[in-house]
């Protein structure tokens, strides 16, 4: 397609394309310098806090003796440019270094102080977070990527009903909180309402050696991080989105004229909910119709996404913000959209711009191409390209949707293979949270019934022996093993359940040795760093013993 003129009214251009030229990406071209990018080896650098707990029941099994090799571990892994400050926290919480460069001297600086660890006192989790709030406020220079680790083996009472404001804390300062529930006596659900609320994720370390190996595989995510401030648009029909935005000014004609503004009822907000919206169930109020063109509507149903998502089914928009995205990874988005019925069917091509493909399972009678019924654009700051400081706005190309929509359908006609897969994430996704909230109500039963009956959906897809799906079943009937009684939930069980919840709602890699599907979301840059901790445990495995 026509490549786009956009320019930026901030700071720098949508893209330099060599000549001064300012022009879109197209999703073919994205995918062309992103292959490009694929081993970033002057990646942007991170401010890290590492928060450790440091309370008496940490002295227990070993725990900050591998706490100790896996923070040396993180310290050597991070480049010069990169800052790490350390906050210990037990009753209270105490600053161990400042944010400082890992270079030669802060590396020594760093490990020093990490060798000094000791245990005793409480679990103040809320403490440690303002703690940790306080030192990235106090920055006068933030890097690209910033975030909060937070690990803990104990139990802050205060937390919960306090974790949103804790986040909110961290969040305004452009960071994310990851957490990490060391053993099977931590808070899981605070650990994962933080995350929830600060677009971080919740890592369950069930065997304690697997300490070192989860840190690994969070900063090797964030080494790799390549776009940030995503948002997509959805817009029924087929204008281009470009000039919604105050930051780019496009050269295209002007959009079709803006529709009446939706009252408060027609808008919907979902922030951090796997369930779909709901708040396009209805069709569109009447007189009114979505990317009407030839006769057609089509209506805004539902989006189902755990992001921030904003739904105005009166005007058939949605906007959906992403949290950072590392290099290599996906996030799928479930649409569902209300088209009209066909009464006349028109001859196939009757629109020659048409992007349906072909075998739609028309065999015989006439076909219906439909114009753009849904137009997608996107987005980003792309953070893996940038230069001289500034992480430059990049737009795709608005991509439009068409169907073909035969008179007869042949009666073998299967969906999208990648549709069906997320349709099973989503109702892994959703039998979980279910299934805890069941347990929560002390109804093991029902949460039974719920994971057999999402087993049994998934069984029935077309899916179902494609080795993601296998994986979800496998996922699915752990969970169950996990919390199928009092007991076992309490022993680490709702901790297990909430690990797999966040690996599937987010779609990214958490505690890839605990879940099994793990490693279908982890990037390249995390699975090296998390081979790379293993080969290093080992062979500091066996000095130990020749000593």
């Not at 969070?218 to 470009?242: F, H, K, P, T, Y």
């Not at 779909?276 to 057609?296: D, I, L, Q, V, Y």
């Not at 349906?356 to 015989?364: D, E, I, L, M, Q």
């Not at 737009?395 to 099973?424: C, G, K, M």
Request: charged letters at 20%.
């Amino acid at each position: 397609p026509g490549e786009e003129r956009l320019v930026s009214e901030n700071e720098d251009v949508v893209m330099d394309a060599g000549d001064g030229d300012a022009v879109s990406l197209s999703p073919e071209r994205l995918a062309e310098l992103a292959a490009s990018e694929a081993v970033l080896v002057d990646r942007v650098p991170m401010d890290v806090v590492c928060v450790l707990d440091t309370s008496g029941s940490m002295g227990n099994y070993r725990k900050m003796e591998l706490v100790k090799d896996t923070m040396r571990f993180v310290i050597t892994s991070l480049q010069p440019a990169d800052r790490l400050s350390l906050i210990g926290f037990s009753s209270n919480a105490k600053r161990l270094t400042r944010l400082t460069c890992m270079d030669e001297s802060g590396r020594k600086a760093a490990v020093a102080k990490v060798d000094t660890l000791r245990c005793g006192g409480g679990t103040n989790i809320s403490r440690a977070l303002q703690r940790a709030a306080h030192v990235l406020e106090q920055r006068r220079h933030r890097n690209a990527v910033s975030c909060v680790l937070l690990l803990t083996d104990g139990q802050d009472s205060g937390a919960l009903a306090n974790a949103r404001l804790l986040a909110a804390d961290v969040v305004a300062q452009g960071c994310a909180v990851h957490t990490f529930g060391f053993g099977h006596e931590h808070d899981a659900a605070v650990l994962t309402a933080l995350t929830d609320e600060s677009r971080g994720t919740f890592s369950y370390i069930e065997q304690l050696p697997a300490v070192r190996e989860a840190f690994a595989g969070c900063i090797g995510g964030l080494m790799s991080v390549a776009a940030q401030d995503i948002v997509i648009e959805l817009r029924c029909g087929g204008g281009s989105a470009a000039a919604t935005h105050a930051d780019v000014a496009t050269a295209a004609p002007p959009p079709p004229p803006t529709p009446p503004p939706p009252t408060p009822a027609d808008l919907a907000w979902a922030e951090g909910a796997s369930e779909p919206t709901g708040a396009g169930e209805a069709p569109a109020p009447p007189g009114r119709k979505h990317g009407t063109e030839g006769g057609w509507a089509c209506a805004l149903r539902e989006v189902t996404t755990s992001y921030e998502c904003m739904v105005d089914p009166a005007r058939g928009r949605a906007t959906i913000k992403l949290a950072d995205m590392y290099q290599g990874e996906l996030r799928h988005v479930m649409i569902k959209l209300l088209l009209p019925a066909v009464d006349e069917p028109t001859p196939r091509g009757a629109h020659s711009d048409s992007h349906a493909g072909a075998g739609s399972g028309a065999g015989a009678g006439a076909t219906v191409t439909s114009p753009p019924l849904l137009s997608v654009d996107a987005k980003f700051r792309w953070v893996a390209r940038r230069r001289e400081g500034t992480a430059r706005i990049y737009r795709l190309a608005t991509v439009p949707f068409r169907v073909e929509r035969p008179a007869v359908v042949a009666a073998e006609l299967e969906p999208h293979s990648e549709v069906d897969r997320q349709r099973n994430r989503i109702v892994a996704a959703e039998c979980v949270k279910r299934a805890l909230a069941s347990v929560d109500g002390g109804d093991f039963d029902e949460a039974m019934r719920l994971v057999d009956d999402a087993v049994a959906t998934i069984g029935a897809s077309t899916t179902a022996e494609h080795e993601f799906c296998v994986a979800l079943v496998a996922d699915l009937r752990n969970v169950a093993a996990r919390i199928g009684s009092r007991r076992a939930f309490v022993d680490g069980g709702r901790a297990y359940a909430l690990n797999v919840s966040s690996t599937h709602r987010l779609q990214r890699a958490n505690s890839i040795s605990l879940v099994g599907t793990a490693r279908f979301y982890a990037t390249p840059t995390a699975m090296n760093l998390i081979r790379s901790s293993s080969t290093t445990a080992t062979a500091t495995a066996a000095g130990a013993d020749a000593n």
